[in-house]
């Protein structure tokens, strides 16, 4: 064993000494590991904030359904993480619904229990105007925003603003809406998706402006203020009379198919609409709850007035306090019933087969328009802690050298 150590020092001995690193060789070997570290947490950031906008920017195509759509037989909140409309677009929507547990977020269903969110006001700019107004093809939505409104484009995902007011109604063909102008005391019809103010109605700003409603032609509009109902066309007021504090327009679709009446809303044990003659405004008969009203009382769920969502066979869809849905011809059928705490809930009619269905479990959209925001909070949560790295690595060098000197 001496002999060994012998040996190996004769060895280290007689080697030739070895060079002394160059000056601030390891320095510089940190900097380049430092560098080598920043430069893959901004890749990283840069990849997921690319993710991020490429899924607003570059949205995958609409569901495309062919035909008419079925309603369902009923409907249950949104799914978690639901994909907004905006990221994952449909081509049209059966219907929208906001639930009182989130009034700021607006779901729309398309076929195929296609379910999207939309990102609305808690609450309308005034009592008598609703969130949103959908058109009655399913291909638009009409979004109150204070004094304005968005047209939110669903094959797209495409949102423009329209100053022209807050929206109350579409026509049946989509090709006008009527807003309200809460400034300037004045109904605008405009047409439809430019937003161009094609006629107005002017409008006691003192009175509470109830509803509006076009009739199926789109020439006349039924304005009701306070306990006055009026019928509009562009050259004037066709005739006016009192309907009383408990009647109401029964929503955009009160007029008959054939626009001989107008159906207003009434909420009494038997009744649940009156109908004035669309040419005169005199009484034109009544349309009877047929046992509906029985029906949504035994679940105690009987709070809002009715409203025409729809008309088949000559025989309205009425939609009852956003709690279920019925088709009022010789006796009732129950066409849909809503999720316990909806809010506000609007249908298309046009392309729409009454016939209830029973709906297929929810389709949320693809899972990277789903978690979305989750990799817009990654990106933010890496670019917080690549600065926080930064920063410590920029007090921490002088602190070395300060060690390396002494």
């Known amino acids: 064993m001496t002999r060994l150590r012998d040996a190996l020092r004769d060895v280290a001995d007689s080697y030739p000494a070895l060079r002394p690193p160059p000056p601030g060789m390891f320095d510089r070997a940190r900097k380049a590991r430092n560098r080598r570290r920043v430069a893959a947490g901004a890749a990283a950031v840069f990849a997921l904030l690319a993710i991020g906008f490429t899924i607003r920017l570059l949205p995958p195509a609409p569901l495309v359904t062919a035909g008419s759509a079925n309603v369902p037989s009923y409907f249950i909140e949104p799914p978690k993480w639901t994909a907004d409309l905006r990221d994952a677009p449909i081509e049209r929507a059966t219907m929208a619904f906001v639930m009182e547990s989130d009034l700021e977020t607006l779901v729309i269903v398309g076929p195929d229990s296609a379910y999207r969110t939309y990102p609305i006001p808690a609450r309308g700019p005034s009592p008598w105007t609703a969130s949103f107004q959908l058109s009655p093809d399913g291909r638009s939505l009409l979004v109150a925003k204070k004094s304005t409104a968005e047209l939110l484009d669903l094959a797209s995902g495409r949102v423009r603003t329209l100053s022209a007011g807050v929206p109350l109604a579409w026509s049946r063909d989509g090709s006008q809406a009527i807003m309200a102008s809460l400034d300037n005391g004045e109904l605008r019809v405009v047409r439809m998706p430019s937003g161009q103010v094609a006629w107005r109605i002017p409008v006691q700003s003192s009175e509470p402006l109830v509803a509006a409603a076009f009739s199926p032609d789109g020439t006349q509009v039924a304005v009701q203020q306070g306990d006055t109902l009026s019928v509009r066309t562009p050259t004037g007021v066709l005739w006016s009379t009192t309907v009383g504090s408990r009647l109401y327009l ?157």
């Open 250 to 406: 029964a929503g955009p679709l009160c007029w008959t198919e054939d626009g001989s009446k107008i159906a207003l809303a009434k909420l009494s044990s038997t009744t649940i609409f009156d109908l004035l003659n669309a040419s005169n405004g005199r009484s034109a008969g009544q349309i009877l709850s047929r046992g509906g009203l029985n029906y949504v009382g035994e679940q105690g769920r009987t709070d809002g007035l009715p409203a025409v969502v729809g008309w088949r066979g000559g025989y309205p869809i009425a939609n009852i306090g956003n709690r279920a849905l019925f088709h009022l011809n010789i006796s009732y059928n129950v066409v849909m019933t809503a999720a316990v705490g909806t809010s506000e809930l609007q249908l298309a009619s046009d392309g729409t087969d009454w016939a209830p269905t029973d709906p297929s479990p929810p389709e949320p959209g693809p899972a990277l328009q789903r978690y979305r925001p989750l990799v817009s909070l990654a990106a933010l949560g890496l670019l917080v802690m690549f600065g926080l790295v930064a920063g410590v690595l920029r007090l921490v060098r002088p602190l070395r050298r300060l060690r390396a000197r002494a």
